[in-house]
C-alpha cells in the first residue's frame, strides 16, 4: 500500500482555500468504498455537518406535514 497513494492538493468548493487529501485518507476513503475525493476543507465539512445537524434538530420540533389535519371552512 505504501506507493499506492499519494497526498494530493485540492481546492476546496465552498471557501477556496487549499487543503490535502492525504494518502492515509485516501487509503480509508478506498477501504469505505467511497469512489468522490472530498469538495470541502475539513474546516468546511465541518461547518456542512453541523447546519445539517442543526436543520435535523429544527425538523423533529415541528409538525409533520403529512400529520397536519386541514380544519373544513366555514360557510355563513
Known sequence: MDGEFQD???VCQDCGKE???TAGEQAFYK???LQNKPKRCPECRQKRK???IARQE???TEQPA???VEQPKREF
Open 8 to 10: 494530493e492538493t485540492i
Open 50 to 52: 453541523q447546519a445539517k
Open 19 to 21: 487543503f490535502v487529501f
Open 58 to 60: 429544527v425538523g423533529q
Open 66 to 68: 403529512s400529520d397536519k
Open 31 to 33: 477501504e469505505k468504498g
